[in-house]
């Protein structure tokens, strides 16, 4: 009676009941479909083919550093070290192949030992040091990154040709990034499903202390899972640099809370014992599709932060409602899993072509608008700077009829990478671009230029690509420009601080040129420290405040931007104006009233919104086949209280 009363039961359920159980049993890669239906019809330029393969390129850094995380997830521990260690052994490469000659073959095995030495400490301090995983991990996470910065000493180093290779493509259609995505999944696969060491990080993630007492050791197994972890690092920081043809010091930063989002959306729990190397490459798609797919649709990098932060808790949520619905699961170690999860993924690959295909008709035959598409890929717009030159540029697109799209890299030169391939895949009729580094945008402004796409690069070059012309200021004249102003305003004589830009970026290097070209005018002018405040006012306060503790009787600051310079004037309070001379530089609103009270000496204005406006008027002069100059030079201008008033920025 029980038997038929069930029978009857699962058979009312019918096709609903087994469609409900299909969701809930696969909900990253339901999301992911319903993500790829909603992009497709959102964006006619989303469903192409160039698109869908830079989904794949975007998606490859994440998916290998995902892969190694979810061993470690998977193990109950987690690993916050992988962007910083990525970025470590990508400049260890770098450094050993280009400075010290080391063969190409051997700097890549240093590259990945580096990673492997990573990992083991980071094991060895939480399986024998007790230290949670968290602070373990944390610690690694900041000594990556600061001897990534030691060895490169802030700049970016070129990465070996034949490793640069990596971030090509085979055919001239098929990435690199992507195949070997592919490989490190499988072999991710492999170690989990089919190896002692995998299944011993499920006991370990089920329960440790019983894991224990069947005899596993769990200390050597944490330190081979970590070194694993540092092993899928050191591969993800490889294929990034070759993409940026670089190591870049700052490179993958922020990376490893996309590694982790990825694992757990793909299902993973971060309490342990669950996940799988599929499920974390659907969350590394769910991520890419997401970005890529809000940057055709011209969303700002800020609302994306907060969509994909939604989307890791509803992931949360649904795995949450998928246990509580699993009351009444299919029996765990019944015969054919691995054929109905196959079978699953291949449905799903047909309804998805199917969906997909449709939406597409709500494309087809759509006048296009008869405005030129321009893209402008900033830097990043946490700074005032950049804010006034995509005024500018808006202000001009505006006036000229031009749909503008701008993006925010947030100063990732990988991410903007990839909003300047989306540009491309569009099929924009001209691209604009302020590069986060100028070697790190050249492989992707020669993609857009052998897409006979003009390209228009403003405040700083690319290096080793073609553009069609470059609208700047000058870097190191203007720095020199700030050194004169305030030796001059000192009388020659004095002793001054410092505060440099972000480590590894063009604009830092430049002005610091800058700034020690013009002082070697006036060898009275004593500089008793020279710190980065990374270009932020929080930061410019900080370092400044402490600086006062060791050099209380500085005259004068010099500031590599005004939000720096505005952070200084903060901590030096009454001072500021009166016995100390602070020079920012930019000329930014915030700076420029800083100069009118008297706070702020001078500020060497760059006239970010003319910047913006040439550019965008060049770029449009550009896609007419117009002429149009190889360098277009804004004027910098010390501004200080006496001129002030003129000046319109």
């Given at each position: 009676m029980a038997a038929d009363t069930l029978k009857s039961t699962t058979g009312a359920g019918g096709g609903a009941a087994a469609v409900r159980r299909l969701l809930l049993d696969n909900g990253a890669l339901t999301a992911l479909i319903v993500l790829l239906i909603a992009m497709s019809a959102l964006s006619g330029d989303f469903l192409t083919t160039d698109n869908l393969l830079n989904v794949g390129v975007q998606a490859a850094v994440t998916a290998i550093l995902a892969f190694g995380v979810t061993f470690v997830i998977v193990s109950a521990g987690i690993d916050l070290s992988v962007g910083s260690v990525a970025a470590l052994s990508a400049t260890v490469l770098a450094w050993s192949a280009t400075s010290h000659g080391v063969p190409v073959v051997l700097a890549v095995v240093l590259a990945v030992a580096t990673g492997i030495a990573a990992g083991l400490v980071n094991g060895f301090l939480i399986a024998y040091g007790k230290l949670p995983p968290f602070i373990a991990t944390l610690a690694m996470l900041s000594v990556a990154r600061g001897l990534s910065l030691v060895i490169s000493e802030g700049s970016p180093i070129a990465f070996p040709d034949s490793v640069s290779h990596l971030g090509d493509t085979l055919g001239g259609w098929l990435p690199v990034p992507v195949l070997v995505m592919v490989v490190m999944g499988l072999?991710?696969?492999?170690?989990?499903?089919?190896?002692?060491?995998?299944?011993?990080?499920?006991?370990?993630?089920?329960?440790?202390?019983?894991?224990?007492?069947?005899?596993?050791?769990?200390?050597?197994?944490?330190?081979?899972?970590?070194?694993?972890?540092?092993?899928?690092?050191?591969?993800?920081?490889?294929?990034?640099?070759?993409?940026?043809?670089?190591?870049?010091?700052?490179?993958?930063?922020?990376?490893?809370?996309?590694?982790?989002?990825?694992?757990?959306?793909?299902?993973?729990?971060?309490a342990g014992g669950t996940g799988k190397a599929s499920g974390t490459l659907i969350g590394a798609l769910i991520l890419a599709v997401l970005r890529n797919g809000l940057n055709l649709l011209s969303v700002s990098a800020f609302w994306q932060q907060v969509v994909i932060g939604v989307v890791i808790a509803l992931a949360v949520l649904l795995d949450t409602v998928r246990r509580k619905a699993g009351a009444t699961p299919v029996a765990a170690g019944t015969g054919g899993g691995k054929g109905r999860q196959a079978m699953t993924y291949g449905l799903a690959a047909v309804v998805t072509v199917a969906v997909v295909g449709a939406t597409s008709f709500l494309h087809s035959g759509s006048s296009s608008t008869s405005n030129p598409k321009v893209g402008l890929a900033l830097s990043t717009l946490n700074n005032p700077f950049f804010v006034q030159i995509q005024a500018g540029a808006k202000a001009e697109a505006k006036k000229l009829g031009v749909d503008l799209t701008v993006t925010d890299a947030q100063n990732d030169a990988s991410q903007q990478a990839n909003q300047l391939q989306n540009f491309t895949s569009s099929g924009y009729d001209a691209i604009i671009v302020n590069p986060v580094d100028s070697d790190a945008a050249g492989p992707a402004v020669r993609a857009a230029d052998k897409a006979k796409i003009p390209v228009v690069a403003v405040d700083r070059g690319v290096n080793k690509a073609t553009t069609d012309t470059l609208v700047a200021s000058d870097n190191v004249a203007g720095g020199e420009l700030a050194a004169r102003t305030v030796a001059e305003k000192l009388g020659g004589t004095g002793k001054i601080v410092i505060l440099q830009g972000q480590a590894g970026t063009s604009a830092a290097r430049e002005r610091a040129e800058g700034f020690a070209k013009g002082l070697k005018a006036f060898p009275g002018i004593q500089v008793l420290a020279q710190q980065p405040a990374d270009f932020d006012r929080t930061k410019g306060l900080d370092v400044m405040s402490n600086l006062l503790q060791a050099h209380p009787d500085?005259?004068?600051?010099?500031?590599?931007?005004?939000?720096?310079?505005?952070?200084?004037?903060?901590?030096?309070?009454?001072?500021?104006?009166?016995?100390?001379?602070?020079?920012?530089?930019?000329?930014?609103?915030?700076?420029?009233?800083?100069?009118?009270?008297?706070?702020?000496?001078?500020?060497?204005?760059?006239?970010?919104?003319?910047?913006?406006?040439?550019?965008?008027?060049?770029?449009?002069?550009?896609?007419?086949?117009?002429?149009?100059?190889?360098?277009?030079?804004?004027?910098?201008?010390?501004?200080?209280?006496?001129?002030?008033?003129?000046?319109?920025?």
């Open positions: 072999i991710a696969a492999f170690v989990l499903g089919r190896t002692y060491i995998g299944r011993s990080m499920y006991a370990i993630g089920g329960n440790e202390e019983a894991a224990r007492l069947s005899g596993l050791r769990v200390k050597k197994q944490k330190l081979a899972i970590y070194a694993l972890s540092g092993v899928f690092a050191a591969a993800a920081g490889i294929v990034l640099a070759s993409r940026l043809s670089s190591a870049q010091p700052q490179a993958a930063d922020g990376y490893e809370l996309d590694a982790i989002a990825a694992v757990v959306i793909g299902g993973a729990s971060l500085v005259q004068g600051v010099i500031a590599a931007n005004d939000e720096m310079a505005l952070g200084a004037i903060k901590a030096l309070g009454s001072k500021a104006g009166k016995s100390v001379q602070v020079v920012g530089f930019d000329g930014t609103p915030d700076g420029l009233t800083a100069v009118t009270n008297g706070t702020l000496y001078a500020s060497v204005a760059q006239q970010p919104s003319q910047l913006g406006r040439i550019a965008v008027d060049n770029a449009l002069k550009a896609f007419q086949g117009k002429k149009v100059a190889e360098t277009v030079k804004v004027p910098v201008k010390v501004v200080t209280k006496e001129n002030v008033a003129g000046f319109t920025g």
